[in-house]
């Protein structure tokens, strides 16, 4: 079923790369850049960060796809294999692993021998994420942050849930490239129903000079307590596929979700990525509002529907229609 809901959604992917964009302004005009048509699940073998956990990645497959660069950079380096090269660069590698404001790179890579002969796979299995495992690690993974990272949750059992949110706001004032939310547990069980079942989609970002951009979004769970959702320029997963780098991420901490009927969310706009502040805010709105849509409310059916018709693939989704929609936040 996952593999179906992961076909479709490239399906649906495939046609936004190939359609004219229209601007945020007037859906009859150009978009300024247009969408370059060559086939978007096969990007260039570059380095990058994963939009995957390391549990999602598989080994080979990355080996295989880097062959040939580690293979020149271990003649520059005169050692014999991967493994030479990766103790090389050890330091290089703890440091990276180490950055917060990089998701983790895949486990696989980091720890993999040299790589067993395999046989050739298809261009699409080579180029999709597969499927996430269906319970999130209970332990903590590098790089990920849980709530008590934050504040000292020992404090808030005798807190009203306004007192949370003041001291939570207040904890994030500080860094201005912070985003930071409270939500009720009743609607992020909504936005978290949608994203079991639509765990990818594109969002339009409009700009000042009226043209409109489409950002891909990712949601991942990396921890039993928290879901984190990646936000990288579609442009940008076009080359580069699931080693895409997110410019912004948004977190929901979930360790209150049944104690205080709260969901804390903390999120990052990452700076130099083409991406301002206010832009990401803006992202992280409107998939609020596609998220929290369902067929069973008129004002926001045709949100849900086209979160559904994103999934399945098909002549059903437009990219149009996204883009109205958005205009009406």
């Known amino acids: 079923m996952a593999t179906t809901t992961t076909t479709h959604a490239v399906t ?4 936004a790369l190939t359609t004219s964009l229209p601007t945020a302004r007037s859906l009859t005009q150009t978009r300024h850049a247009r969408v370059v048509t ?3 699940f096969n990007p260039l073998p570059r380095g990058g960060r994963s939009l995957q956990t390391a ?29 030479d090269l990766r103790e090389r660069y050890k330091e290089k590698i703890e440091a990276i692993k180490n950055d917060p404001t ?58 009203s849930p306004a007192d949370i ?16 939310a409270t939500i009720p547990t009743e609607l992020f069980l ?24 489409m950002h891909f979004l990712q949601w991942t ?3 039993k307590d928290c879901v984190t959702v990646l936000f990288t320029s579609l442009a940008a997963y076009k080359l580069h596929g699931e080693f895409a780098v997110p410019h912004t991420t948004l977190t929901y901490h979930l360790e209150l979700m049944n104690d205080k009927k709260l969901v804390l969310a903390q999120g990052l706009v990452i700076e130099d990525r083409g991406v301002s ?21 008129e004002k926001s059916r045709r949100r849900a529907e086209l979160l559904e018709s994103f999934t399945k693939g098909g002549e059903g989704f437009s990219v149009e229609a996204v883009i109205e929609e958005s205009q009406k936040i």
């Open 102 to 159: 990089i998701p983790p790179l895949p486990r696989e890579l980091l720890e993999a021998d040299d790589p067993v002969p395999q046989p050739p796979s298809s261009p699409l299995t080579t180029s999709i994420p597969p499927p996430r495992p269906a319970t999130p690690p209970t332990s903590t993974p590098p790089g990920v942050k849980l709530l008590s990272s934050y504040i000292d949750t020992a404090l808030l059992p005798p807190l």
């Open 190 to 213: 909504q936005h978290l129903s949608n994203a079991k079942r639509h765990p990818m989609f594109i969002l339009p970002l409009p700009r000042p000079n009226g043209a409109t951009e």
């Open 55 to 83: 549990s999602s990645v598989d080994s080979q497959l990355i080996l295989e796809k880097y062959k040939e660069k580690l293979e020149q950079k271990m003649k520059l380096e005169g050692v014999k294999s991967y493994t």
């Open 221 to 223: 769970y990396p921890h």
């Open 165 to 180: 949110e003041l001291i939570w706001r207040t904890r994030h004032m500080s860094n201005p490239q912070s985003i930071c």
């Open 38 to 40: 060559n086939p978007f």
């Open 12 to 15: 649906a992917l495939r046609r």
């Open 277 to 297: 502040v206010e832009e990401g805010k803006w992202l992280v709105l409107t998939l609020q509002r596609f998220y929290g849509a369902s067929k069973a409310d």
